[in-house]
């Protein structure tokens, strides 16, 4: 029997070549490997006695030979293929044991080049490993230094491998394979910044198993990109609390994507995905306050990103109220004496959790295929925005509309928030028309809205959402425009003595 071992991860490899040695294995291998097989005193041919050519191009070709992919592929069940490596006078090889360049590892180095990238990418080993990965009913193939043990361990005790654990092993193989490609295709598209292209393969690593899905039935993992950008929710670190579920997974997401739409201190305070309360100030506790005041019912239980550091004062009055997770760019000591106390609660830090990661594509699941589009980065451009009606918004008015707007696009649609001084004061998600969307801001909210704007992802259809939005107080609204009625919606806010401002810009999140 005889094993190509040829690593770049060398965790382990000696003992492997060892117990494989003294089970009477012999063993070839290449370039550093046999390097460090030979230092560590284990018996091992260089590949070049194998091919009887050698190693060239800086190591580029070495095991591209018919030497090495006949030994692989040659079934042994088929005496016309053990014949032909008779009169070629090649010999089998049954374990290959091979990880690949580490590619991953280089493009992740700040400040890699392109040349650099190219020159991780493995063409022999993808090569070796599929070769073994097909022809598994006679070859076993690692490609993971954890699997070492486990074949060691039946080679002791059955003398071979079982056809359970090949196939395991080979489908291992063509899943680590088909994710290197992915890897590398996905890497040199983003160089030059290409469009999507015809056939889409992306790949994620593991994070870990998730104890269910939204639901107990349903089994769940967590996954992360390869080269997840800074700023982005997997990059963030848990201080204290019980491990992260599914949904606090997906809520701590809608907290981080609006939460970044905000320069100046902010809080947003997000149930079931959806904010429930947004506020800014002057400093953190300020801006939480005013979170919580929009709904006190609804932030219990939920998730609280925070875009500065979490100090005492605000950690007091987080810690008056039962929150899931905590999520902020760091905490102070005294802020995480406070808030460990409850055992619970999840403290999670994100050093830059204020930076929106670039290059980013959104993806949603439908049965049989994919939708994919670029994120939602725009939210409007001042230069662009119309006032259309007669009365123009005040500065504060202004301001409070672009929170508004801010906090819409984060919201499932029909969407509508109304905002004042610095803080949502009601906010009216996923409805299936827009008026029940605005009746239900209203209605929920705990504040006079006198005085107040309001933001709508989408136009209006009818000047119903104007007399509505009047009725209760609102004195400007914030709108995309472009419905066939704009001008009923102008001329109702015109008689209403409300502004209205277009942005040409829709916020659909559905």
Wanted: contains cysteine.
């Amino acid at each position: 029997m005889r094993a190509l071992i040829s690593v770049s991860d060398k965790t382990g490899v000696v003992d492997f070549a060892k117990a494989l040695s003294e089970l009477g294995v012999e063993i070839i291998s290449t370039g550093g490997t046999h390097q460090r097989l030979a230092d560590n005193g284990i018996k091992v041919m260089g590949i070049s006695e194998v091919t009887g050519f050698p190693e060239c191009l800086d190591g580029r070709v070495k095991t591209l030979h018919p030497a090495v992919h006949g030994g692989i592929l040659a079934r042994r069940d088929k005496p016309e293929h053990m014949k032909q490596l008779g009169d070629l006078n090649i010999e089998t090889i049954d374990i290959v044991a091979i990880n690949l360049y580490p590619f991953k590892e280089t493009i992740l180095k700040p400040g890699v080049t392109l040349e650099e990238a190219i020159e991780n990418i493995d063409i022999g080993g993808p090569t070796m490993l599929r070769s073994a990965a097909k022809n598994h009913k006679d070859v076993v193939v690692i490609c993971d230094p954890s699997d070492y043990g486990n074949v060691i361990e039946e080679l002791k005790e059955n003398h071979s491998v079982s056809m359970d654990t090949k196939y395991r092993l080979a489908l291992k193989v063509f899943q680590h394979t088909a994710a290197y490609d992915a890897m590398i295709s996905d890497y040199l598209r983003k160089q030059i910044g290409a469009e999507l292209p015809s056939n889409l393969t992306l790949t994620f690593e593991k994070v870990q198993d998730l104890r269910y899905g939204e639901n107990p039935h349903q089994k769940a993992c967590y996954y992360k990109e390869v080269q997840a950008p800074a700023g982005s929710l997997v990059n963030a670190v848990q201080l204290h609390g019980k491990e992260l579920s599914f949904n606090n997974i997906n809520d701590t997401q809608g907290a981080l994507a609006a939460l970044k739409e905000f320069t100046e201190p902010a809080v947003v305070a997000v149930k079931h995905a959806n904010p429930c309360g947004v506020g800014t100030g002057f400093d953190l506790l300020s801006a939480y306050n005013k979170a919580y005041e929009c709904d006190p019912t609804s932030i219990y239980g939920g998730i609280v990103a925070a875009n500065r550091t979490v100090d005492a004062d605000t950690a007091k009055e987080m810690s008056k109220i039962f929150l899931e997770i905590i999520i902020a760019p760091d905490f102070t000591e005294e802020a995480m004496a406070i808030l460990t106390q409850k055992k619970n609660i999840r403290l999670l830090t994100l050093s830059d959790i204020t930076k929106k990661p670039e290059g980013q594509i959104d993806i949603k699941k439908v049965s049989g295929g994919l939708l994919v589009q670029d994120t939602d980065e725009v939210l409007f451009d001042e230069d662009e925005i119309k006032i259309v009606t007669d009365r123009i918004p005040t500065e504060r008015e202004m301001e409070d509309m672009k929170l508004a707007m801010k906090v819409v696009k984060h919201i499932k649609s029909n969407g509508i928030v109304i905002a004042k001084d610095g803080k949502t004061v009601g906010i009216g998600p996923g409805q299936v028309n827009r008026i029940w969307a605005v009746e239900n801001a209203i209605k929920q909210s705990n504040f006079s809205l006198k005085d107040s704007v309001l933001a709508s992802d989408a136009f209006f259809p009818f000047d119903d959402c104007v007399t509505a939005a009047a009725a209760a107080g609102v004195t400007a609204i914030i709108q995309p425009g472009g419905s066939v009625r704009d001008e009923e919606s102008i001329k109702k806010a015109n008689e209403l003595g409300i502004a209205m401002v277009f942005t040409g810009v829709r916020h659909f999140k559905h």
